[in-house]
């Protein structure tokens, strides 16, 4: 992924800042994200104090399972920035899709000579053979005999 | 109750002096009010006749149950009896309290929970432990099945942004920004149409096949589903002619869509993705085939109603074209889906065919004439591809009509020449076929609208070596110079054909003073003189070939066109002469002596009548030139013996 590499000029210093906006963006979601689970989990292990009045362990039950929802939540954002992640490393990865479209092209012009190379020697050995067959078949013996 | 009944008395209700104190006043009581008449009285209650009971009540259910089978009890009925008493004191105590306080005779102040016991500190304290212990391994179980759903999720993401980035390296993959959350297929297309045909794109409409929606199957691979018999593929055809390879060239096709049905109903998920991709790879192509085809077949109908390219329209139909082009010929281009059975196919085929009636039928003998439906296949795909997409590329200049005229013009001139091409081959044979010492020799030209050929006549080699090995050292140098074959070229260009030919005399060999030279005649003919103008050019030359034998023996020879004159003793002359005739089966050049002058009278008396010839001619028929050198060396024997050197 080419963000962030240099602010250029012309057309590209737009496209540029955009993605050195989104890649920021994207940066501060992770922490987010991260430091969710990670507080969360914290928190989690930080009550597993067993205490005196029965009300109080059931508050924090309640607020266990709140806080492991809002880990999975935060995972579940990770996984959807990796997503998001794929599909712009599909979309916006020119440079290995034209590299793989050269090769592609060049392959393919290569077949086409070898083809066409090929033809042409097919050509040239059907010519070969015809004049060969040809002129067995109107000196054969055969043909004179039929003719007389 | 039990039979004891427990007396209190209490005191008479009466005054009693309390103290009396010194200065000599009495002390009483204080009068104590309803309420706190009522509240000692219910103080004075005692339950312990009640619990006592009840523990009474206890032992002897307990006693009773041990006396049972032991092993039999309840894990919990303990624990439900203890709760039972609680439950019952705290009734009690409730309907106390209640009582109370209904009667406003007393409040309650406070209630102070019993110090617990150690026991039941420990016993809380084990339930609050457990309780917390049951919460985290729940949260446990809520974390393995997130973690289970998202493995599941990224594996599947893998397997398909892996395939649809495998696919993009080939495939334009678009990216639809709409809120695809409803639906399935997050909004990714395959864009399939070219829109490097900048001419053409204007006048092509886009093909509903152009771009395809990704889906995901049931496994979350990334699917594409196109409806069956979307796919179309060009077949060509001349009217009358029942090709044999019209089921060969949908099986093939169709080998390709069932492999690519079984896979999608059955055994899927046992493919690995590399083949799931591949088989997409496949279906992808096939559809681009597919439009590829209803472009060439969009400029065939464009192109068929343009007068100027020399075809015309003799039949219309959705997905069918008839053309008649060249002399006659009627030849039909259609579109059909790629998936369909070979009867189906062959079916609606034959239908098409016999539903609209051909120009002229053909002999099933001539169908050999026409070209092989696949190769005329292949050209019309190659010419709209050089067209349309070579030529936009390399001339950006270059108009698309002009284009697209310049592709439409050749095609129907090739088809034409080529059948005329097979027919001129056929003639040619013909003429071969009947004269021994004519070889043909097709010379290809790797054009496509020129075709050649070349008829030789050779001299024999029996000949030559006879020759060569005569003692007379002179005439080897002069064997040099004689020609010991005969060409004649027929070339094809379109449907001219131009006979080139060696060894007949002409203009510019009349004012050649040298006879060694064996001028060249060169001109056009129709099918129907080719075979007479081969015969008539063989003729000459086989002529031309015993003048120079003739030389070579020192006798001169008078050589017309398709007569040698020998010139004998005393002013006679022998001419061999030949005649030509194509319709002959036995042989197309046939030879005729002629005698003039002196010989007349004796031949008149000898010769046989009944054979048709005159007095003055006879048939030696169809020589071979072995026969007719002797012939003419027996003539020139005759010329005179010293005349040889």
């Given amino acids: ?60 039950t309640f607020m266990m399972e709140m806080r492991a929802a809002r880990m999975v939540q935060a995972a579940d954002s990770l996984l959807k920035l990796v997503s998001e992640l794929k599909q712009t490393a599909i979309f916006s990865g020119f440079a290995s899709l034209n590299d793989h479209v050269e090769q592609r092209t060049n392959e393919f012009n290569q077949q086409a000579e070898k083809t066409d190379r090929m033809l042409a020697r097919i050509g040239e050995e059907s010519a070969a053979s015809l004049k060969e067959l040809e002129s067995h078949y109107y000196s054969s013996a055969q043909r004179t005999a039929d003719t007389e | 109750m039990d039979g004891n009944l427990e007396i209190s008395l209490d005191k008479l209700p009466v005054k009693r002096l309390d103290a009396i104190e010194e200065n000599g006043a009495e002390r009483y009581p204080p009068d104590s009010s309803y309420d706190e008449k009522g509240v000692s009285l219910i103080r004075r209650i005692d339950f312990a006749w009640a619990v006592e009971d009840d523990e009474e009540r206890e032992r002897k259910k307990k006693q009773k149950k041990s006396s049972k089978d032991a092993s039999a009890a309840w894990q919990w009925q303990s624990m439900v009896e203890n709760l039972q008493l609680a439950h019952q004191e705290l009734s009690v105590i409730i309907d106390l309290i209640n009582t109370v306080e209904a009667n406003d005779a007393v409040t309650v102040a406070g209630m102070t929970r019993p110090k617990p016991l150690p026991n039941e500190v420990l016993s809380d304290l084990a339930v609050s432990a457990a309780t917390k212990l049951q919460c985290y391994r729940q949260l446990g179980k809520y974390f393995k099945q997130s973690a289970k759903a998202f493995k599941e999720q990224i594996a599947w993401e893998a397997r398909f942004y892996g395939a649809l980035i495998r696919l993009q390296q080939n495939w334009k993959v678009k990216r639809q920004r709409v809120a695809a959350s409803a639906s399935s297929n997050e909004g990714f297309t395959i864009d399939l149409f070219d829109n490097s045909l900048y001419d053409l794109a204007a006048m092509c409409r886009p093909s509903s096949l152009s771009t395809i929606r990704v889906e995901h199957d049931s496994a979350g691979m990334l699917a594409i589903n196109l409806t069956p018999n979307s796919c179309r593929s060009l077949h060509f055809g001349f009217l009358g002619v029942h090709s044999a390879d019209i089921p060969k060239n949908t099986s093939k096709i169709r080998t390709h869509g069932s492999v690519e049905q079984r896979i999608r109903e059955s055994e899927k998920e046992s493919i690995s993705d590399d083949d799931y991709v591949k088989e997409t790879h496949t279906l992808l192509r096939e559809v681009h085939q597919s439009i590829f085809n209803d472009q060439v077949f969009e400029m065939l109908n464009r192109e068929a109603f343009n007068q100027s390219v020399g075809v015309n329209v003799t039949g219309i139909r959705e997905n069918y074209l008839q053309l008649s082009i060249g002399q006659g010929n009627t030849l039909f281009i259609s579109l059909m889906p790629s998936n369909k059975g070979d009867n189906q196919d062959s079916a609606d085929t034959q239908n098409l065919e016999s539903a609209i009636v051909p120009s002229h039928s053909f002999d099933t003998e001539n169908k050999w004439v026409f070209p092989n439906r696949t190769s005329c296949e292949i050209y019309l795909q190659q010419i709209f591809h050089e067209n349309a997409f070579v030529k936009e590329k390399d001339k950006p200049n270059l108009s698309g009509t002009q284009a697209s005229g310049q592709s439409g013009k050749v095609e129907p001139s090739l088809l034409g020449h080529r059948i005329f091409s097979s027919i001129v081959l056929t003639e040619l044979e013909n003429v071969v076929c009947r004269v021994p010492y004519l070889h043909l020799m097709t010379h290809p030209t790797w054009h496509s609208r020129t075709s050649s050929w070349t008829v030789f006549m050779k001299v024999p080699q029996s000949i030559l070596h006879a020759e060569s090995q005569s003692p007379k050292s002179d005439f080897q140098n002069m064997k040099e110079a004689i020609k010991s074959q005969f060409r004649t070229k027929v070339v094809l ?47 000459s030359q086989v002529i031309y070939w015993l003048h120079e034998e003739a030389l070579t023996v020192g006798i001169k020879t008078n050589r017309d066109f398709l007569c040698l004159t020998f010139e004998l003793e005393q002013g006679e002359t022998v001419s061999l002469v030949a005649h030509v005739n194509p319709g ?62």
């Fill in chain 1, 1 to 60: 992924m080419n963000k962030g590499t240099g602010v250029g000029t012309g057309p590209t210093a737009a496209a540029a800042a955009a993605a050195a906006q989104k890649q920021k963006t994207m940066m501060q979601r992770v922490e987010t994200d991260i430091a969710n689970i990670v507080d969360n989990f914290t928190q989690l292990v930080n009550v597993a104090r067993v205490n005196d009045p029965p009300v109080r362990n059931s508050q924090e």
């Fill in chain 2, 493 to 539: 260009n379109d449907d001219r054909i131009n006979v080139e030919g060696e060894g007949a005399p002409n203009v510019v060999g009349l004012f050649k003073s040298s006879e060694n030279i064996c001028s060249v005649n060169k001109y056009e003919c129709d099918l129907a003189d080719l075979p007479v103008i081969i015969l008539l050019q063989v003729a």
């Fill in chain 2, 584 to 645: 002959d089966i036995k042989g197309g050049i046939s030879w005729w002596l002629v005698m003039e002058d002196g010989f007349a009278e004796d031949w008149k008396l000898q010769m046989d009548m009944h054979d048709g010839a005159s007095d003055y001619r006879k048939f030696l028929g169809h020589l071979t030139l072995d026969v007719l050198y002797s012939t003419s060396m027996d003539l020139v024997s005759m010329c005179g013996g010293g005349r040889n050197h």
